[in-house]
């Protein structure tokens, strides 16, 4: 028994509204304010949970489901999770990938549900939208995965991060390098970042992701921007996990690195966000078969270097 | 050929009644010679009818001509020819109940009471504001989407109809009229004390535009003659006004497609330039600074001084902000080709301000009508021939950038004297009998049209008001065509039009 083996899942569990904070401060000081708290996330989620929330008469129990069975959801991708080399996660088995995958996958599924239960036309169309768009950043994700767990021969998390070394890089460098990149995509996209997505407007009709949680409220929204933060934190672990690797040492070493790579991964989203306008909505899908594209070429580069 | 120029008195005496045909005929044929239809309004006549007058403007000559007809009950849309006179004929039915025959799509326009007893046009009017058929595209695979009139940020209300498939935006229908506040039927038997008011508020963010469009009025009525110094500070207050929302509207460009250094820059120099605004007269939207006869506050040389120094400051620091929307590409490739109007469209529907201009129109009242201090020092009228986001908020920085160099100009050599006629009338003053009075200006957002028709007792027997948004509403509702719905924020705000401004 490992014993920092719950690290990950606690240190996720606790940590991840801190990046959104850390995210609108380096926003706010590229804006030439001073911004919000660092733990501004922290105090709306207790805000939210203290409050009663409204129902539709048009919502089903569907649209209560959503949220609860959502955020439970991201909590089991959580569990699968490691931090870098030495810090297993909590739970891992040959193929724990997929259930990832398909956790994310279930969270969006359960969230365009509840969105299309309100019937209204806005949250309509950013279902509509959020299906389109991960329909492309899936393939993404799990080809990156697929090249990784080929490249170290692990079909689980834990196994492919344990097996990720400097070895590794000298041996298929820019098949980790695309990696990386093409997790960056996915990252942005299912996070629903500029330049895929604009997660401060207010304007209903270019939301994808916000638009289909306008109708939520009190505990039930608490439980979205929490299961929000957290796959943050998730899709932000898989890059750090890849991107750290090649650092070697002890677990003093790559705890701190994955964690400085966690802050650094925050601290980029905010500069992206400073720097560039969002795409025109119809553009997005290219950027994501981008995306597609890397994560195929990193596989098919793996498997020259590994034959 | 007509010699009145803006402003102009015209005794009603000069102005024949026309036969409805000959009247029609003329803005016809003066329309299609390229006139623009400044106003088109109606006065309570004799025996239960209404005198029709409609000007049209010579933008070649900066000549304006006046016309004038009696109708009973109804005459021949002009609509299905020339497509701007559409929302003047629907205002007509609305106020006096007169069908315009024809009229392709006939609607209320601000669901207001009807200024006249007579038959109903439209079943139980005044309907409830926002109850109207909309236009519907048939088949399965299309979807309505319904925006407003509730927003979801703290802008005024209106209702946005769209007929889509899938993302791509078939047509777009506007309604209006929740901010209807009765402003021109407040006027009639005025002028009262309140009247320069009413203007000042008519549409919040063109304060001054209305305000001088309404002292050029009264000022023409009566003949008053503007001192030097007052005639430059209210250009002055003008061209401040232009650039305080150019700015900021540029800032909100920027927000929406999620650019922030821009928006965060640009909202706080907006506010510098509104406190300029404020140091000359107190009020950040120039409340209280044109009045009859000239300005009510002189600015004495240290404050001319301290303004010159914060409006160079302000310029520089909004070049380097909005500079930055020309070098990044992701933002150019939003603004690029996106709700594109064509000239020919905007001519047909009769597009004024920066949004024709973006379609490569060279039409400013400043030029095109000039007086006042525009007579003395013209100012130059750019224009982007594109039309599209992009033209839209390129032309909004080249007037900011002619607009600031002409204030430092003008304060460079601000004349001596006075700063307000010492005839100057106070706003409740009866005008002169029997007159049409005209008076445009170029707000921020384009040409305002004035016009008052006075009794034989001196007291408005209409007082008509065109904010630039009567015709530019329309022109959004072009631009989205064929767009994606999700571009419809970006060019709600590249057009930024004033929702009271036209509900009135």
């Known amino acids: 028994m490992n014993a920092l083996r719950f690290l990950p899942l606690v240190s996720g569990l606790v940590l991840a509204p801190f990046l959104l904070g850390v995210v609108n401060r380096v926003k706010a000081s590229f804006a030439g304010r001073t911004g919000q708290p660092l733990l501004q996330a922290y105090f709306d989620l207790a805000k939210l949970l203290r409050k009663g929330a409204v129902y539709s008469r048009t919502t089903t129990w569907v649209f209560r489901a959503g949220p609860v069975v959502g955020l439970a959801a991201v909590l089991t991708a959580l569990m699968l999770l490691p931090a870098g080399r030495h810090a297993p996660a909590a739970w891992s ?11 994310l996958g279930l969270v969006r599924f359960l969230t365009v549900l509840a969105a299309l239960d309100t019937g209204s036309a806005f949250e309509g169309m950013g279902a509509s939208r959020e299906v389109q768009f991960s329909a492309l950043a899936e393939p993404a994700l799990l080809v990156s995965l697929a090249a990784l767990a080929r490249l170290t021969g692990g079909l689980g998390l834990t196994d492919i991060t344990a097996g990720l070394d400097a070895a590794s890089w000298e041996a298929a460098g820019p ?15 299912e996070n629903s970042r500029i330049p895929v997505d604009d997660p401060n407007t207010h304007l209903e009709l270019t939301m994808i992701h916000e638009v289909m949680i306008l109708d939520h409220s009190g505990p039930d929204l608490a439980f979205i921007l929490y299961g929000a933060a957290l796959k943050f934190w998730i899709l932000g672990a898989l890059i750090v996990n890849v991107g750290i690797s090649w650092i070697g040492g002890p677990a003093a070493v790559s705890l701190p690195a994955f964690f400085a790579g966690m802050l650094l991964v925050a601290v980029g989203v905010g500069v992206v966000e400073s720097v560039m306008a969002r795409f025109r909505l119809l553009k997005v899908p290219r950027m994501l078969w981008v995306g597609v594209a890397l994560s195929v070429l990193a596989f098919t580069l793996v498997g020259r270097f590994t034959a | ?21 000959d009247f029609q005929d003329c803005l016809s044929v003066g329309l299609m010679k390229g006139a623009q239809l400044l106003t088109l309004f109606g006065v309570p006549a004799p025996e239960d009818t209404v005198r029709l007058f409609a000007l049209l403007g010579h933008p070649g000559n900066g000549t304006i001509e006046p016309f004038a007809t009696v109708v009973k009950n109804s005459f021949l849309s002009l609509s299905p020819i020339h497509p701007q006179v559409q929302l003047f004929e629907r205002e007509l039915a609305e106020k006096w109940r007169i069908k315009p025959q024809g009229h392709p799509w006939f609607k209320p326009v601000r669901f207001e009471r009807p200024s006249r007893d007579g038959a109903d046009l439209w079943e139980a009017q005044p309907a409830a504001c926002g109850t109207a058929d909309f236009f519907r595209l048939g088949g399965e695979e299309v979807h309505e989407v ?11 209300p209106g209702h946005f109809r769209f007929q889509c498939h899938g993302e791509t935006v078939y047509h777009l229908e506007i309604l209006l009229g929740y901010q209807h506040r009765g402003i021109e039927r407040a006027l009639v038997g005025g002028p009262g004390p309140r009247a320069l008011h009413y203007m000042e508020t008519a549409a919040g963010d063109t304060t001054c535009g209305h305000a001088t469009a309404f002292c050029q009025a009264l000022e023409a009525a009566r003949g008053v003659e503007l001192p030097p110094r007052g005639r430059v500070l209210r250009g002055v207050a003008l061209e401040l006004e232009r650039m305080a929302n150019h700015i900021g509207d540029l800032g909100a460009l920027a927000g929406d497609v999620g650019f922030l250094p821009t928006q965060a820059f640009c909202g706080r120099i907006r506010g510098d330039v509104l406190n300029l605004t404020a140091r000359l007269c107190g009020n950040r939207f120039g409340r209280g600074f044109v009045r009859p006869g000239g300005v009510a506050f002189d600015a004495e040389p240290a404050r001319v001084r301290e303004l010159v120094r914060l409006l160079e400051q302000a310029f520089e620091d909004a070049r380097g902000a909005i500079d930055l929307l020309w070098e990044s590409g992701s933002v150019l490739a939003r ?3 996106t709700g594109p109007v064509s000239p020919v469209t905007a001519t047909q529907i009769g597009l004024v301000g920066p949004a024709a201009r973006a379609c490569g129109l060279a039409q400013d009242v400043r030029r095109d009508y000039p007086c006042g201090i525009w007579a003395e020092a013209p100012i130059e009228v750019p224009t982007v021939a594109t039309g599209d986001v992009f033209a839209r908020a390129r032309i909004r920085w080249e007037e900011i950038h002619r607009s600031s160099e002409w204030i430092l100009d003008r304060l460079a050599d601000l004349p001596d004297g006075p700063v307000r006629a010492p005839d100057a009338p106070a706003p409740a003053d009866p005008w002169p009998a029997d007159t049409l009075t005209v008076s445009l200006a170029e707000g921020w957002r384009g040409r305002i049209c004035h016009g008052a028709v006075t009794g034989p007792d001196g007291r408005f027997l209409a007082y008509k008001l065109v904010d630039p948004s009567f015709f530019n509403w329309f022109g959004l509702a072009q631009a989205l065509r064929d767009q994606e719905i999700s571009d419809f924020p970006l060019c709600n705000k590249s057009f930024n039009l004033s929702y009271c401004g036209f509900d009135l």
């Not at chain 2, 120029?5 to 409805?20: E, K, Q």
């Not at chain 2, 319904?146 to 005024?156: F, K, M, S």
């Open chain 1, 93 to 103: 088995f040959t193929g724990d990938l997929f259930l990832l995958a398909y956790c």
């Open chain 2, 1 to 21: 050929m007509s010699e009145w120029r803006n402003p102009c008195a015209i005794p009603l005496a000069a102005i024949a009644d026309l036969s409805v045909w």
């Open chain 2, 146 to 156: 319904a925006v407003g009139p509730v927003h979801a940020g703290i802008i005024e």
């Open chain 1, 175 to 189: 098949a980790l390098a695309l990696v990386a990149l093409a997790l960056g995509v996915v990252f942005l996209a």
């Open chain 2, 335 to 337: 603004f690029e080709g």
